[in-house]
C-alpha cells in the first residue's frame, strides 16, 4: 500500500541530500588541497573535541578537513533523524537503546584520565538528550516497510562512512581514501532516492497507470551505463587518493603521444619535469596506466549516456519525462567531459578537480534516478516496489 | 706491556688514519634552469618573509654556478663515521631548514619548530620497514620529534598538510660515505678509505634517481672531484 506523502518528511531528504552534495564537495577540496592529513588525529581534533576546537586553529589546511569534519558530522545526524523519521515508533526504540549506550561510554569515560572532560561532557549530554527524545518522537507508524529499510541502510552507510574517513587518517592509509570517495558517491545517489520516493510527484506517478513504459533492453541499459559511472568515479577516486598529482599533464596527448611510454627513463623524465610547489609523489607507470583508463572510461561513458538518451526518444518519446531528464545528464555529461579536460590543463587546480568531483556525483545520481524511475513507475509490468 | 699495547694502539691510529682521507669538490649546473615559482603561503607565514616572498627551490644555484642541494655518495661503500648525533632538519618561516638532508640507517632525524605556528610533520617513506608517522608540533615550544629509518631509501619526503608547500627530503644510506652540497656547490665526505670507488651525485631535477651522475674515483689519502650537471632539455 503507498504511503501517504509527508510534504516535511519529503523536504528534509531533500535537505540531507543537499547537504551531502555540500560535503562532497568539501571533501573534495580536501584531497584536492593535499589536506588530508592536516588534522593528525580522529575522533578528536588536535586532541580537542571537534565542536569545542578553537576557531583560531581552522589555518590552512586544517580549515578544509575540519570543516569536512563538521559537515560530515552535520549529515550524520540528519541522516540519523532521517532513519528515525522513515522507521517511525519501532525506531524510537533503538534510539533509547543507542542513547544508553553513547550516555555509559561516556560515564565510563569519565572515569579514564587519557579522555578530556569535553568528550565525557559531549557524550553524556548527547546520550541524555537522545534518551529523553526517544519517548517522545517517533511516535507515528513507519512511513513504508521498503523505505524504512532504506532509512537504516543509509544509516549503516553514514557511520561506515564516518569510520572509513576516521581510518584513512589514523591509519595513514590512502587506499581507504579510494573507499571513502567512492562510497560517499553511492551514500549521495541513495539519498537522493529517499527524497524523490518520498516526494508527492513520485506519489502522483505512481498512483496512476503510465501510458509509456520503458522496454526492458533500455531499463538494462541505464543500469549499466549508471554502473559505468560508478566505476568511473571509482576511477577518479582512484587517481585523486594517489596523491601524485596528475599522473597525465596534458591532453588530447599523453605525455606527447596516442599513448604514454611507460619505461623506466621515460618515467624519470615526466617526474623531474615537474616543477609543482605542490611537490606530489613521483608518478609511476600504474597511475599513468589509470589515468589513461579514465580518459577511456569518459568516452565509454559519454557513448553510454548518449545512447541512453537516443534509446528513450526513440522508444518511449522526445516529451517523455525520462527522455527529457536524460537530455539534461547528457548535457551533464558534456560538461563533465569538459571539467576532466579542464582539470588536466589547469594543472588540477583545487577548484577545478573538485567540480568535477561534484559534477560526477550529479551525473550518478541522474542515471540512478532515472534507473529507478525506469524500472518502477515506468515499468510496463507490475513490480513489488509498487511498496515504495 | 701497558706501554707496548699503548704503543701499538697509537701506532694502528696513524696508520688507519693515514689510508684515509676526504673527499672533496665542488658541483656546478650548466644551462639555465626554469624559474623557480612563488610559494602559496599564507598571511600568518608571510609574515616570516618581510620583503621577499619565498618560492620553490628546485634549483639552488650560486653566482658561480654552484649548485645546491645535490646529494653525493660513493656507491656500495661499508662502513663510514657513526651516526650518533641527530640530523637536524627545522621548521622556519614555514619552510624546512634544510631542504635536502642525508642520514644514516637508523640515524635520529630529529625535526625541529622554530615558528610560533602549528605545523604537522608527515615522513611518507616508501622504503619497506619505514615508518610513516604523522606528528604535531603546536608552536616553538613544542619538543623536537625524533624519526629513524631501518631501510636505506633515496629522497624520503617530509611534508607539512598544514602548509601545502613544505617539503623536505631526507637520502637514507647504510653506510656513512655520504653528504649534501653547500651553498656553493661544494661536497666534502671525510674519512674515506684509500680505495676505488664510484662517486654518485644525485639532484632532485638536474640528476634524479634513475639518472644519476656516476663518476669512478681513486682515493689516495683523500680525492678532489669536481662535477658538472645539466639542466636537462624539455622533453620531446
Given at each position: ?25 568539501i571533501g ?29 586553529m ?8 575540519h ?8 549529515v ?5 533523524v ?19 549506550a ?11 584520565s ?12 548527547t546520550?541524555?538528550?537522545?534518551f ?5 518522537w517517533?511516535?507515528?507508524e513507519?512511513?513504508?516497510?521498503r523505505l524504512?529499510?532504506?532509512?537504516l ?6 557511520i561506515?562512512?564516518?569510520v572509513?574517513g ?8 590512502d ?33 496512476k497507470s503510465?501510458?509509456?513504459t520503458?522496454?526492458?533492453p ?17 576511477l ?14 596534458d ?23 615537474r ?9 609511476t ?7 589513461m583508463a ?11 549516456v ?13 516529451t ?8 539534461g ?17 589547469s594543472?588540477?587546480a ?6 568535477h ?32 | ?14 696508520a688507519?688514519t ?27 607565514c608571510s609574515?616570516f ?34 651516526a ?21 640507517v ?7 619548530n622554530?615558528?610560533?605556528v ?5 615522513p611518507?617513506p ?7 608517522q ?11 620529534l ?17 602548509h ?5 627530503y ?6 656513512g660515505?655520504h ?33 644519476s651522475?656516476?663518476?669512478?674515483i681513486?682515493v ?13 632539455a624539455?622533453?620531446?
Amino acid at each position: 500500500m503507498p504511503p501517504v506523502c509527508q510534504p516535511w518528511l519529503h523536504r528534509f531528504a531533500v535537505l540531507t541530500a543537499l547537504a551531502t552534495l555540500a560535503l562532497i564537495g568539501i571533501g573534495g577540496l580536501v584531497t584536492s588541497h593535499g589536506a588530508g592529513m592536516a588534522v593528525p588525529d580522529w575522533p578528536n581534533s588536535y586532541g580537542y573535541n571537534m565542536f569545542t576546537f578553537p576557531l583560531s586553529m581552522w589555518v590552512g589546511g586544517i580549515l578544509y578537513e575540519h570543516s569536512h569534519r563538521l559537515a560530515g558530522s552535520v549529515v550524520g545526524f540528519m541522516t540519523l533523524v532521517l532513519a528515525l523519521w522513515l522507521n517511525g515508533r519501532p525506531a524510537a526504540k533503538w534510539l533509547r537503546g543507542g542513547s544508553l549506550a553513547v550516555l555509559a561510554l561516556g560515564l565510563l569515560a569519565s572515569t579514564s584520565s587519557n579522555v578530556k572532560l569535553d568528550n565525557v561532557l559531549f557524550l553524556v549530554g548527547t546520550g541524555v538528550v537522545g534518551f529523553g527524545i526517544s519517548f517522545v518522537w517517533p511516535q507515528h507508524e513507519p512511513v513504508s516497510p521498503r523505505l524504512a529499510r532504506f532509512g537504516l541502510l543509509a544509516l549503516v552507510l553514514v557511520i561506515v562512512q564516518g569510520v572509513l574517513g576516521g581510518l584513512r587518517v589514523t591509519a595513514l592509509a590512502d587506499w581507504l581514501g579510494i573507499f571513502h570517495g567512492t562510497l560517499a558517491q553511492c551514500f549521495l545517489a541513495l539519498m537522493c532516492a529517499i527524497a524523490m520516493v518520498t516526494s508527492s510527484w513520485w506519489q502522483g506517478l505512481k498512483a496512476k497507470s503510465q501510458p509509456m513504459t520503458v522496454p526492458a533492453p533500455v531499463r538494462n541499459f541505464l543500469l549499466v551505463t549508471t554502473l559505468l559511472i560508478l566505476g568511473q568515479l571509482a576511477l577518479g577516486a582512484s587517481m585523486r587518493h594517489q596523491h601524485a598529482g596528475l599522473a597525465v599533464p596534458d591532453f588530447p596527448l599523453a605525455h606527447g603521444k596516442g599513448w604514454p611510454a611507460t619505461d623506466a627513463a621515460s618515467l624519470v623524465t615526466y617526474n623531474r619535469e615537474r616543477h609543482d610547489h605542490r611537490e606530489f609523489k613521483a608518478i609511476t607507470a600504474g597511475q599513468i596506466h589509470l589515468h589513461m583508463a579514465h580518459r577511456i572510461g569518459a568516452l565509454v561513458v559519454f557513448g553510454h549516456v548518449l545512447g541512453c538518451l537516443l534509446k528513450l526518444r526513440r522508444t518511449v518519446g522526445v516529451t517523455h519525462p525520462l527522455a527529457k531528464v536524460a537530455a539534461g545528464w547528457f548535457a551533464l555529461i558534456c560538461v563533465q567531459f569538459g571539467l576532466g579536460i579542464w582539470t588536466v590543463l589547469s594543472n588540477k587546480a583545487a577548484d577545478i578537480a573538485t567540480l568535477h568531483v561534484l559534477v560526477g556525483a550529479a551525473s550518478l545520481v541522474t542515471g540512478a534516478l532515472l534507473t529507478l524511475l525506469a524500472t518502477t513507475v515506468f515499468r510496463a509490468e507490475p513490480r513489488a516496489g509498487a511498496g515504495l | 706491556m701497558k706501554s707496548l699495547i699503548l704503543t701499538l694502539t697509537a701506532l694502528a691510529i696513524v696508520a688507519g688514519t693515514a689510508s684515509a682521507g676526504d673527499v672533496t669538490g665542488k658541483i656546478t649546473l650548466k644551462g639555465t634552469p626554469p624559474p623557480e615559482g612563488p610559494l602559496p603561503i599564507d598571511p600568518t607565514c608571510s609574515k616570516f618573509h618581510p620583503g621577499k616572498a619565498p618560492t620553490t627551490r628546485f634549483y639552488v644555484v650560486d653566482a658561480t654556478g654552484g649548485l645546491a642541494d645535490c646529494v653525493v655518495y660513493l656507491e656500495g661503500a661499508k662502513g663510514g663515521a657513526t651516526a650518533d648525533k641527530p640530523v637536524v632538519i627545522d621548521q622556519k618561516g614555514c619552510e624546512y631548514l634544510p631542504y635536502i638532508s642525508t642520514a644514516r640507517v637508523g640515524q635520529t632525524v630529529r625535526v625541529l619548530n622554530s615558528d610560533p605556528v602549528m605545523h604537522n610533520v608527515h615522513p611518507t617513506p616508501t622504503g619497506e620497514g619505514n615508518k610513516e608517522q604523522n606528528r604535531v608540533q603546536l608552536n616553538a615550544s613544542a619538543p623536537a620529534l625524533d624519526h629513524s629509518f631501518p631501510t636505506a631509501e633515496k629522497f624520503l619526503r617530509f611534508k607539512c598538510d598544514v602548509h601545502g608547500w613544505m617539503f623536505a627530503y631526507v637520502s637514507v644510506f647504510d653506510h656513512g660515505f655520504h653528504t649534501v652540497s653547500a651553498k656553493d656547490g661544494s661536497f666534502k665526505i671525510t674519512g674515506v678509505p684509500d680505495g676505488k670507488y664510484k662517486l654518485v651525485v644525485e639532484h632532485r631535477r638536474a640528476a634524479p634517481v634513475g639518472k644519476s651522475v656516476v663518476k669512478e674515483i681513486e682515493v689516495n689519502g683523500g680525492a678532489m672531484v669536481n662535477l658538472t650537471l645539466e639542466v636537462p632539455a624539455p622533453a620531446k
